[in-house]
């Protein structure tokens, strides 16, 4: 019954089924799911709140382009879906500057919290595991980190030897809707003290199909490619290794301007270091050092004629230094550095919208935790940054630009309670104070931004945000079944808002219609502005085996999540996601596992200034997933996937999307993937 215990692990964290076929042999011991983005490697019935895990069987067998795609039907979060090539997370409805996207512990979300059009430069084919943190934890990495830590871990830098000194995975898959085709591989091998690890993927979509006709979406389509490499020297106690990636990435905009249509031509290359000594002293149990440099670029470029409309060019350099220690008085902890520059140049369009950018940030953090008694632990955590952050901003009196600095000292602390109840319940409470500094966007923007068809405005006289969160939780992981809950309510003191004020504008300040004579008419206008808002919500989910059928198991799953949020001065938040009820029934044994539900999302009728409302809509999809005989793969675990996606073929629009009115979420879809791994 160890696999199945897995398995509710697994599904503890993402409520929607997760097919985790092992690829090794039966009598190999299944370890605790831990969580490697908390700063002790928690395990998930240890940690105050909940946890989303993503694994690599279910990121190949979705085949997402984005990680919003691969997240965004997970309790509590939601997408952007912008474009094929756009679509973030949104944790409990927040998004851009308060979620935090990390590759192996480190930064690299390129301008992505810029624009909803920008993408993440991180493809979940490139991911071996995603983790979703909220609670105490996320203080380890920053006040961007307000509504959560994504973290994308892909074992670039080797922290073990393979067994056997070598291992390996190939991948492949194709979706009707879009025919979009997919491949992967990864290899991994060492001799002596050192293991090297080379991996490479590539997709490739049309625009998708929509319901009701055979019509596309226009400007849907997407091509990634990525390729990396890592090697690492094991010592006695650690090891110290570095890694280098590059990935390009080319999406489509879509609702294009039929004269104008618009795609986004992004490449990153990626630079890593990490090195990890254990078992220094008598307290200190591990030191962790880690390092990156990423260099990100860039174009809109029009389709027509390719010439460049806007250029975003931003690098970042950021390094961490962490201590693990035990043994002090009650307390285990870990007590770090952490220090960032982030520099952003735009030219073109790009550059009439935000002036060159700087953003410098030096902090230090501590995490704790020790029993206070046999069944209760007491987590705690807090951090102190100093962020300068400079830019050009607007005179909107003279129609000048300033450059200014403005420096904050954001100042953070959270508390929580883990307490097992016996019988595999845990319950968790957790209390945070955050504080994050505003970024260059909201300050200094200042011009147009052709993709999003808007005009926007920053604030350079914005303060610090506060947010302010309280969260309960009920857990259970166990052989039968598994359930979770949890409910939170987060008030912030100076929410900064970028919203429609109703405005519209041409390319320059002066055709505002705000503006004496301003008659422009071509974009929305955008302002950022501060208000305090409350911001509360209710999560659930649940599995339970209800029958033996044949060698495996046949159960129930559902889900749950509801978030609101309003504003002290009246009316609701923009851009929040709806209330969704989800359910199936799944099948697992040993090489066949298969699920059939439904997830409703009801219509989104509380509405920001200036939003529409959003009708609800009903995916229900459908999964099969074959581990073919040992007999016909020898050696090699081969698994064969089925996926059906949006089989009612039903409407969607996606309430959060600035691009809803004039796109439809794909249409039905078939999926077929195969994965071997040696």
Same mark, same amino acid.
């Given at each position: 019954m160890r696999?199945?215990?897995?398995?509710?692990a697994?599904?503890?964290a993402?409520?929607?089924?997760?097919?985790?076929?092992q690829a090794?042999?039966?009598?190999?011991?299944?370890?605790?799911?831990?969580?490697?983005?908390s700063p002790? @490697?928690? /395990?998930? $019935?240890?940690?105050? *709140?909940?946890?989303?895990? !993503?694994?690599?069987?279910?990121?190949l067998g &979705?085949?997402?382009?984005?990680l919003?795609?691969?997240l965004?039907?997970k309790p509590?979060?939601?997408?952007?879906?912008?474009?094929?090539?756009?679509s973030r997370?949104?944790?409990?409805?927040?998004?851009?500057?308060?979620?935090r996207?990390?590759?192996?512990?480190?930064?690299?979300?390129?301008?992505?919290?810029?624009?909803e059009?920008? @993408?993440? /430069?991180? $493809?979940p084919l490139? *991911?071996?595991?995603?983790? !979703?943190?909220r609670?105490p934890?996320?203080? &380890?990495?920053?006040?961007?980190?307000?509504?959560?830590?994504?973290?994308?871990i892909?074992s670039r830098i080797p922290?073990?030897?393979?067994e056997?000194g070598?291992?390996?995975?190939?991948?492949?898959?194709y979706?009707?809707?879009?025919?979009?085709?997919?491949?992967?591989?990864?290899?991994?091998a060492?001799?002596?003290?050192?293991?090297?690890?080379?991996d490479?993927?590539?997709?490739?979509t049309?625009d998708?199909? !929509?319901?009701?006709s055979?019509?596309?979406?226009?400007m849907?389509?997407?091509?990634?490619?990525?390729?990396?490499g890592?090697?690492?020297?094991?010592?006695?106690?650690?090891?110290i290794g570095a890694?280098i990636?590059h990935?390009?990435?080319?999406?489509?905009?879509?609702?294009?301007?039929?004269?104008?249509?618009t795609f986004?031509d992004?490449?990153?290359?990626?630079?890593q270091?990490a090195?990890?000594?254990?078992?220094?002293?008598?307290?200190?149990?591990?030191?962790?050092?880690?390092?990156g440099?990423?260099?990100?670029?860039?174009?809109?470029v029009?389709?027509?004629?390719?010439?460049?409309?806007s250029v975003?060019?931003?690098?970042?350099?950021?390094?961490?230094?962490e201590?693990?220690?035990?043994?002090?008085?009650?307390?285990?902890?870990?007590?770090?550095?952490?220090?960032?520059?982030h520099k952003?140049?735009?030219?073109?369009?790009?550059g009439?919208?935000?002036a060159?950018?700087?953003?410098?940030?030096?902090a230090?953090?501590?995490f704790?935790?020790?029993?206070?008694?046999q069944?209760?632990?007491?987590?705690?955590?807090a951090?102190?940054?100093?962020v300068?952050?400079?830019?050009?901003?607007?005179?909107?009196?003279t129609?000048?630009v300033d450059?200014?600095?403005?420096?904050?000292?954001p100042?953070?602390?959270?508390?929580g309670?883990v307490?097992?109840?016996?019988?595999?319940?845990?319950?968790?409470?957790?209390?945070?104070?955050?504080q994050?500094?505003?970024?260059a966007?909201e300050?200094?923007?200042k011009?147009?931004?052709?993709?999003?068809?808007t005009?926007?405005?920053?604030n350079?006289?914005?303060?610090?945000?506060?947010?302010?969160?309280?969260?309960l939780?009920?857990?259970?992981?166990?052989?039968?079944?598994s359930f979770?809950a949890a409910v939170y309510?987060?008030?912030?003191?100076?929410?900064i808002l970028?919203?429609?004020?109703?405005?519209?504008?041409?390319?320059?300040?002066?055709t505002c219609?705000n503006?004496?004579?301003?008659?422009?008419?071509?974009l929305?206008?955008l302002?950022?502005?501060?208000?305090?808002?409350?911001?509360?919500?209710?999560?659930?989910?649940?599995?339970?085996a209800?029958?033996a059928?044949g060698?495996g198991?046949?159960?129930?799953?559902?889900q749950?999540?509801?978030?609101r949020?309003?504003?002290?001065?009246?009316?609701?938040?923009p851009?929040?996601?709806p209330m969704r009820v989800?359910?199936?029934v799944?099948?697992e044994a040993?090489?066949?596992?298969?699920r059939?539900?439904?997830?409703?999302?009801?219509r989104?009728?509380?509405?920001?200034a200036f939003?529409t409302?959003t009708?609800?809509?009903t995916?229900?999809?459908?999964?099969l997933?074959y581990?073919?005989?040992?007999?016909?793969?020898?050696?090699?675990?081969?698994?064969?996937?089925i996926?059906?996606?949006n089989?009612?073929?039903d409407?969607v629009?996606?309430?959060?999307?600035?691009?809803?009115?004039g796109?439809?979420?794909?249409?039905?879809?078939?999926r077929?993937?195969v994965?071997?791994?040696?």
């Open positions: 696999r199945v215990r897995l398995l509710s697994i599904v503890l993402s409520p929607a089924f997760v097919h985790a076929a090794a042999d039966d009598a190999v011991s299944l370890a605790p799911m831990v969580v490697t983005a002790l @490697g928690s /395990p998930l $019935d240890e940690l105050a *709140a909940p946890v989303t895990i !993503v694994t690599r069987d279910e990121i &979705r085949g997402a382009a984005t919003g795609a691969l965004g039907d509590g979060i939601a997408q952007s879906s912008f474009a094929g090539g756009a997370p949104i944790i409990r409805g927040l998004d851009n500057f308060r979620i996207f990390l590759e192996n512990g480190l930064g690299g979300d390129g301008v992505s919290a810029v624009s059009d920008h @993408g993440v /430069p991180i $493809d490139s *991911a071996t595991r995603v983790e !979703v943190v609670g934890a996320t203080l &380890r990495y920053g006040s961007q980190a307000i509504g959560g830590v994504v973290n994308v892909n922290g073990e030897m393979p056997g070598f291992s390996g995975e190939a991948s492949a898959g979706d009707t809707v879009s025919n979009g085709r997919q491949s992967s591989g990864l290899m991994q060492g001799a002596g003290n050192v293991v090297w690890r080379v490479a993927y590539d997709r490739r049309d998708y199909r !929509v319901p009701g055979p019509s596309k979406q226009a849907t389509w997407t091509r990634s490619q990525g390729i990396a890592g090697a690492s020297v094991l010592l006695d106690s650690g090891y890694s990636s990935m390009d990435s080319d999406y489509g905009i879509p609702v294009p301007d039929p004269a104008n249509p986004i992004m490449e990153q290359t990626k630079f270091a090195a990890e000594f254990n078992d220094l002293g008598a307290w200190v149990r591990t030191l962790r050092l880690t390092g440099y990423n260099k990100y670029n860039h174009g809109e029009e389709s027509f004629t390719g010439d460049v409309g975003f060019d931003d690098r970042l350099w950021e390094g961490r230094a201590v693990l220690h035990e043994n002090i008085g009650p307390f285990t902890g870990a007590i770090g550095l952490h220090a960032s520059t952003l140049r735009a030219g073109g369009e790009g009439e919208l935000l060159p950018a700087d953003r410098r940030m030096l230090a953090f501590i704790e935790e020790m029993p206070i008694a069944a209760l632990k007491l987590q705690l955590g951090r102190v940054e100093h300068a952050v400079e830019g050009g901003a607007l005179d909107e009196a129609l000048g450059r200014r600095e403005r420096s904050f000292v100042l953070s602390g959270s508390g309670l307490w097992s109840l016996g019988g595999d319940w845990v319950a968790g409470a957790s209390a945070q104070v955050s994050r500094a505003p970024e966007s300050l200094f923007s011009g147009p931004h052709e993709a999003t068809e005009f926007e405005i920053g350079p006289s914005l303060k610090k945000e506060t947010a302010m969160s309280t969260e939780s009920l857990r259970r992981e166990g052989e039968r079944y979770e309510n987060t008030r912030f003191n100076g929410y970028k919203s429609l004020t109703g405005e519209t504008c041409d390319d320059t300040f002066d219609t503006y004496p004579g301003g008659t422009g008419d071509e929305a206008q302002r950022y502005s501060q208000q305090d808002a409350t911001f509360r919500g209710l999560e659930l989910s649940g599995r339970h209800i029958a059928l060698e198991m046949v159960g129930l799953d559902g749950f999540d509801l978030v949020a309003e504003l002290a001065s009246g009316g609701d938040v851009r929040i996601p989800g359910a199936g799944y099948y040993d090489d066949l596992t298969g059939i539900g439904f997830l409703h999302a009801f989104q009728n509380n509405l920001g939003e409302e009708s609800g809509y995916l229900l999809n459908a999964e997933h581990l073919l005989p040992r007999q016909m793969t020898g050696d090699t675990p081969v698994e064969l996937s996926i059906g996606e089989l009612l073929n409407d629009r996606n309430h959060v999307s600035f691009k809803k009115a796109m439809l979420l794909p249409g039905r879809n078939l077929v993937a994965a071997a791994r040696f």
